[in-house]
């Protein structure tokens, strides 16, 4: 992994939000009752966890989100700011509040129910007020917890400038032709490939689009198609012990090694070490390493 002079830029446009970890002895089942032993919270949402990750790498990062008018907003943009990310286009509505998450977990399983409440109300109006950052980006990062308008339109927006597009397909959706057209990279969820893709065989979604899709599952593994043959990447080194964030994380480190100009195949070993990091930590954000780590 080479690390070139100049700085890179990224434009994030997504969710953020605050995530409340239940930790339990068991999941619950349908209409069960549990106890929970622990109970913490910690700043998420893919939008915010990419945004904070690049920042992290040495990238200069902008980010364009939406939160509430109360406590929890004025949290997430103080934890930004601290993290040095440009909060200068996360809007404020008073339609809704803050996103929020709650997590119940137990063993390395979990159940994950997303309130976005202030996350639905970005629009592609507020993407549009941060016009001038795409002129001088080097890569727009997205995920699916905003509305697909939104996505859309910043694809769009990206390709009008000649701008670098990656996407991590999560929670998964059915992608339309124009974003799997459109976008550099993008990763998925191994459990999920049938929700974006159909129902293609892995190996031929892999082919159809080689260096551009990247699979992954909750050990740290990504496959991808390089042109000529199938490769896994997995450091076998790797101990996952907390999953939250992982592949926010993974799409993070790929995208700032895509933008320091390395071959996709340290992009991906790069992208699996950030992620392995993180996932030593509970939390999306807290294990997140920093670029200093790597030099």
Not at 246 to 252: E, L, N, P, R, V
């Amino acid at each position: 992994m080479n690390f070139a002079s100049e700085q890179p830029k990224i434009i994030v446009v997504g969710s953020s939000s605050i995530d409340l970890i239940l930790e339990t002895e068991k999941v619950p089942c349908q209409n069960e009752t549990v106890m929970a032993y622990n109970s913490e919270s910690f700043f998420g949402g893919k939008g915010s966890n990419q945004a904070v990750a690049a920042a992290r790498l040495g990238a200069s990062v902008y980010f364009v989100g939406c939160v509430g008018m109360d406590p929890l907003g004025q949290q997430i943009m103080r934890n930004m700011v601290n993290e040095g990310v440009n909060v200068g286009f996360v809007f404020e509505t008073d339609q809704e509040a803050t996103g929020t998450a709650y997590v119940t977990t137990s063993e390395g399983n979990s159940a994950i129910v997303v309130v976005p409440a202030a996350n639905n109300y970005l629009s592609i109006e507020h993407v549009e007020a941060a016009d001038k950052y795409f002129h001088t980006a080097d890569l727009v990062l997205l995920q699916l917890e905003v509305s697909m308008r939104v996505v859309e339109y910043t694809i769009r927006k990206a390709r009008k400038y000649n701008k670098q597009v990656g996407l991590y397909a999560s929670p998964a959706q059915h992608l339309s032709t124009e974003i799997l057209d459109n976008v550099d990279f993008i990763v998925v969820k191994s459990t999920e490939l049938h929700i974006v893709f159909g129902e293609e065989r892995r190996e031929e979604i892999l082919k159809k689009y080689f260096n551009k899709v990247f699979v992954r599952d909750d050990i740290n593994s990504t496959v991808y198609f390089d042109g000529t043959e199938m490769k896994y990447c997995r450091n076998d080194k790797d101990k996952t012990v907390y999953k939250m964030g992982m592949g926010d994380a993974f799409t993070a480190g790929f995208a700032i090694a895509l933008c320091h100009k390395n071959p996709i195949e340290d992009c991906v070993k790069f992208g699996n070490e950030v992620s392995a990091r993180v996932s030593s930590k509970k939390g999306s954000q807290t294990g997140l390493p920093r670029v200093s780590d790597f030099l």
